[in-house]
């Protein structure tokens, strides 16, 4: 491990344990008749240990491609791209999450091509951390240490959760050291923010900030109820709008990469969009929750199930979802093969469905709503030259958006992608419109996604 890795991790240690002033005052009241203040210190004493720094080096590799005057001018064996590598250092936070085994939970933006990761532990110690496995899409990674005398998180079930409830985030903001804050559940099912593929956080008014990313949000008894990933900050700071990834969200992507190595991301076959007051009115329900399936594909898991266009979606496992993109995440982390209750509505009766979720393989997707909500009823398959849609679904949003069976995506904007994981990377980075690059037959033409 490089001296200077070592250094700015020891950095991350050096100051002390600090409460910040934000605790609720009705959560904790002031003395009555002599009687001390009830206090979280008890709980953070037992809980901090669990919660860890990471510090990591790398390299950012960045290919472009060259324009075709390039070539006119230094001939055909004139190289087609330019590469540019950018060493970079991050600070954030981790998760103890089983002291025998070693095993930290942080987020996957945090240690992104990290080539070395150290973690601070509480007690000063420094330990190489080895990655274990990392989901791109719902930003969770898997780190493994080495070392005795471990602290371990309880983890809690956030299915429980209310608006309301207490939450408390430890973390490494700004490098300063541990640090603990407090707020409550402002929000639950947060989705459609842009900020992950999959999306189903949970909304806190805690204070978050730079350096929190993978620390802890626990409940008043120290359990672990998500994993602090992103905050609403325009002006580059905290104003009371944080999200974290639910903890049984996070138990079922580790779970997988325990076992598998990766995330074998589960797949119900079917596209869709929220439940809209327009909706609901139209069919005549109370319910204005829940997700609208606009199309079942064929040979999936939610028709074996016997789901069909025009169900609405409202609980998975007995537990009500909000919009279709809560559904897309939950049945996404569950992961292949795992059997699933879904409770929804036809014709105005209530009905409940079981499904074996399919698989998503790493080459193609029943549904491309995980890249794009405007590719939902589309098939994706790497290509020699990009992403092909190899199949497409009649009054799907792909087909809206004048995607055709057959079309190669090769380019995002004025970037050129060649494989699924290239076109995930680029939508992300991007915000707003977008337009898509597609060559069709012998011709070449772009498709604007909003």
Do not use: C, W
Request: negative net charge; charged residues 20%; hydrophobic residues 45%.
């Amino acid at each position: 491990m490089k001296t200077k890795l070592s250094l700015l991790s020891a950095a991350l240690l050096t100051a002390s344990l600090t409460l910040t002033p934000a605790i609720s005052q009705a959560a904790i009241p002031m003395a009555v008749d002599g009687e001390s203040i009830p206090s979280l210190a008890p709980m953070l004493e037992r809980t901090t240990p669990a919660v860890v720094a990471v510090a990591v080096e790398g390299t950012h590799v960045s290919k472009q491609k060259l324009p075709d005057a390039f070539r006119y001018f230094f001939g055909p064996n004139a190289p087609q791209e330019q590469v540019q590598e950018r060493p970079f250092r991050g600070l954030g936070s981790g998760v103890i999450i089983d002291a025998k085994k070693g095993y930290i939970v942080t987020n996957n933006h945090v240690i992104d091509g990290a080539d070395e990761i150290l973690i601070g532990l509480h007690d000063g110690r420094e330990v190489e951390a080895k990655l274990i496995g990392a989901d791109a899409e719902s930003d969770i990674a898997l780190l493994q240490i080495k070392a005795k005398n471990l602290v371990a998180v309880k983890r809690a079930d956030s299915d429980e959760l209310k608006v309301g409830d207490f939450a408390v985030a430890i973390g490494n903001p700004f490098g300063l050291g541990q640090t603990v804050t407090s707020g409550i559940v402002s929000a639950m099912g947060r989705s459609g923010l842009g900020i992950e593929m999959l999306e189903n956080f949970i909304q806190t008014d805690a204070a978050i900030n730079s350096g929190n990313s993978g620390g802890a949000l626990v409940n008043l008894n120290g359990d672990l109820i998500g994993i602090n990933t992103a905050i609403v900050a325009p002006g580059g700071g905290n104003v009371g709008i944080g999200f974290a990834i639910p903890a049984n969200m996070v138990n079922n992507l580790v779970d997988q990469i325990i076992e598998h190595g990766e995330v074998r991301r589960g797949v119900l076959g079917v596209s869709g969009r929220d439940l809209t007051s327009e909706l609901a009115q139209a069919f005549g329900l109370d319910t204005q929750h829940g997700g609208f399936v606009d199309q079942v594909m064929e040979d999936s898991a939610a028709e074996d199930a016997g789901i069909k266009a025009g169900d609405i979606i409202v609980s998975v496992n007995g537990r009500k979802i909000k919009s279709f993109q809560e559904l897309r995440a939950k049945v996404a982390t569950m992961g292949a093969g795992a059997k699933v209750k879904f409770g929804l509505i036809r014709d105005g009766d209530s009905k409940t469905v079981s499904a074996t979720l399919g698989e998503a393989s790493q080459t193609t997707e029943a549904s491309a709503g995980a890249v794009h909500p405007m590719l939902a009823g589309a098939a994706l398959e790497n290509g020699d030259d990009g992403v092909e849609i190899t199949d497409i679904a009649q009054n799907s949003p792909a087909a809206a958006s004048g995607l055709r069976k057959g079309d190669i995506i090769v380019g995002v904007n004025r970037s050129s992608i060649d494989n699924l994981n290239s076109l995930k990377a680029k939508l992300k980075e991007q915000q707003g419109t977008v337009a898509l690059k597609i060559q069709r037959g012998h011709s070449s033409l772009f498709l604007v996604l909003r």
